[in-house]
């Protein structure tokens, strides 16, 4: 338990008792700084009210929600932050009730504004912004925004069984746990007995003396033998901190990339990128020039147009069109509920841990696979010499 003196003047002792397992775990300082945040999502959908959820419950200062739509049966069926009842309603305003009942000492509100409103003086309030459910060049400005006034950012969505995040820290501080093992000399304790015996029991005034223990009456050679035997070396493993800076290219400069020259050629031919990132893309230029996601009501004409994306794309991009097999593509619609619950929870796992810098952050791409159903991060962006702080 956090003792009163740690409490005084830093966090309430309710919140001290409230978030005591995760004091544990993260520690104090981590839990101030989570207390001090300002939170933005742009968006509520799946992705956006499972990261909400974990995030919440962590202990911030304040939650704005922000949406300009109205929610749909879809969307009641995703996030479970909008009620039944709210079909037709504003997303936002129908999620504040059920995400303030999460965490009574968080401060939640809606803000009703449409992202294309979204400007500079509104957004330097926050510490950290996601926005989810946006085209690629609402993205970037909201990145570019976010980078100007240095408040850590994170874009987000999920397609039918796809689902990404991309993460922009800028320049990020995090203390990192090193376990060395160490090897140190230890008496053993074999002689520390024996040393002890030797003080109790005297004969004719002289101390008993084993013919192992080291003696004044010993060969000087043998001295440094004996000393050998006396010690023993024991492993032991130790922990230090180490504080390490991590840089984040912006999405804008993360896809000026060249797929064409190592090491994304290498990990091309070595099928080590994974096709997921190019699914991405297509899907969210789809959004960008259609406003929308793919529809069930229209998804032959969307499928179609899908994968001449996916050939304009991967043109573009300078990658062989087998590589992202249109396979990807046959799950995109709506929002299956188990993506969004494993990546919206490691998404919320990775903001929390950012702002507590307590762990390496993921650099800078997460991308949930549909085919093998699984997780993968990716660094995708310029060689690190070439970041800078712009």
């Avoid at 978030?19 to 959908?45: F, N, P, S």
């Avoid at 949406?67 to 997303?91: H, M, Q, W, Y």
């Avoid at 064409?260 to 990128?273: F, G, H, V």
Wanted: glycine share 6%; charged share 25%.
């Amino acid at each position: 338990m956090v003792s009163e003196s740690q409490i005084a003047g830093k966090i309430s002792e309710d919140e001290a008792t409230l978030y005591d397992r995760q004091i544990r775990l993260w520690g104090l300082e981590a839990q101030k700084r989570l207390k001090k945040t300002r939170l933005l999502v742009i968006g509520l959908q799946g992705l956006s009210g499972e990261a909400i959820k974990n995030i919440v419950l962590a202990g911030l200062e304040s939650v704005v929600l922000c949406d300009s739509e109205n929610a749909t049966e879809d969307d009641v069926k995703a996030n479970f932050l909008i009620p039944t009842t709210c079909v037709g309603k504003n997303r936002a305003e129908s999620s504040v009730q059920r995400t303030q009942v999460l965490n009574p000492t968080v401060k939640v509100s809606s803000d009703t504004r449409p992202v294309s409103e979204i400007n500079e003086q509104f957004i330097q309030k926050f510490t950290v912004v996601l926005a989810t459910n946006c085209a690629l060049n609402d993205i970037t400005k909201l990145n570019e925004l976010c980078r100007k006034h240095k408040i850590k950012f994170y874009s987000g969505h999920v397609w039918g069984k796809i689902g990404y995040y991309f993460v922009d820290l800028h320049r990020h501080y995090y203390v990192k746990e090193v376990k060395k093992t160490v090897t140190i000399n230890k008496i053993n304790d074999y002689f520390l007995e024996k040393s002890r015996q030797q003080q109790e029991v005297q004969y004719d005034g002289e101390k008993e003396v084993d013919e192992n223990l080291p003696n004044n009456h010993m060969n000087h050679n043998n001295h440094n033998n004996v000393n050998h035997v006396m010690m023993k070396q024991i492993k032991e493993e130790k922990v230090e901190y180490q504080q390490n800076t991590e840089l984040f290219p912006t999405l804008k400069q993360a896809l000026r990339v060249n797929f064409s020259s190592n090491p994304y050629a290498k990990q091309i031919r070595r099928k080590k990128l994974d096709p997921t990132f190019f699914a991405v893309m297509a899907l969210l230029r789809f959004r960008t020039v259609f406003k929308r996601d793919p529809a069930q009501q229209s998804w032959k004409e969307d499928f179609g147009r899908l994968l001449r994306i996916r050939k304009e794309i991967m043109q573009v991009f300078q990658v062989n069109i087998d590589y992202f097999p249109k396979e990807y593509l046959f799950n995109v619609i709506g929002q299956f509920s188990p993506t969004c619950a494993i990546t919206g929870g490691v998404l919320a796992q990775e903001i929390i841990h950012a702002i507590g810098g307590t762990e390496p952050p993921h650099k800078n791409f997460f991308l949930f696979n549909p085919i093998q159903c699984g997780g993968r991060v990716h660094y995708i962006g310029p060689a690190q010499k070439e970041n800078n702080d712009s």
